[in-house]
T-cell receptor
């Protein structure tokens, strides 16, 4: 079966632009997570969805970052007024039935802000 | 919040030797501890996990131990092979859903 799919795989944009990153989780997985990974570091938690609602968004760094999951499946991470410091790999993961279940990761979107 | 420390940051072993990676955590509410393997350009892949009601778990050449009192857990890989070369991450999770990762260990297995 299909794993977690993230699009685009790479995104290059200019400082100040708006970007959207998409995540298609494994079918039937109710939990979805977004992480950000900088070079040489572990993934950093951003937000966790259980169904359509954000159960924990404490990792979003500021109000330029926003994520939605309107139908409890596909999720979009949105970044406004991008800054060079936003450059990183953005990873999405999904799991069955909520927290503390094995998470299945996509291969990420590599975001570069020029 | 939770803080996870992982060491060593790099580890080089000869093929066939064992490799051990250690992590400590700070939040006593953490109760689920997965380990991931990440290859270049790919997302992390779960290789083994352990819950706080278990002290040890083994899956073929891979084992994980957990000491709740000391708040540390370790990954053990026996009979290492060149294809085990990758970056390994530990993580600590609470029931709230948030995962905190260590900064990774780059394992190199020399043939």
């Amino acid at each position: 079966g299909a794993g977690v799919s993230q699009t685009p795989s790479n995104k290059v944009t200019e400082k100040g632009k708006y970007v959207e990153l998409r995540c298609d989780p494994i079918s039937g997985h109710t939990a979805l997570y977004w992480y950000r990974q900088s070079l040489g570091q572990g993934p950093e938690f951003l937000i966790y969805f259980q169904g359509t609602g954000a159960a924990d968004d404490s990792g979003l760094p500021n109000d330029r970052f926003f994520a939605v999951r309107p139908e409890g499946s596909v999720s979009t991470l949105k970044i406004q007024r991008t800054e060079r410091g936003d450059s990183a790999v953005y990873l999405c993961a999904s799991s069955q039935n909520g927290p503390n279940q094995p998470q299945h990761f996509g291969d990420g979107t590599r975001l570069s802000i020029l | 919040g939770e803080n996870v420390e992982q060491h060593p940051s790099t580890l080089s072993v000869q093929e066939g030797d064992s490799a051990v990676i250690k992590c400590t955590y700070s939040d006593s509410a953490s109760n689920y501890f997965p380990w991931y393997k990440q290859e270049l350009g790919k997302g992390p892949q779960l290789i083994i996990d352990i819950r706080s009601n278990v002290g040890e778990k083994k899956d073929q050449r891979i084992a994980v131990t957990l000491n709740k009192t000391a708040k540390h857990f370790s990954l053990h890989i026996t009979e290492t092979q060149p294809e085990d070369s990758a970056v390994y991450f530990c993580a600590a999770n609470t029931n709230a859903g948030k995962s905190t990762f260590g900064d990774g260990t780059t394992l190199t297995v020399k043939p």
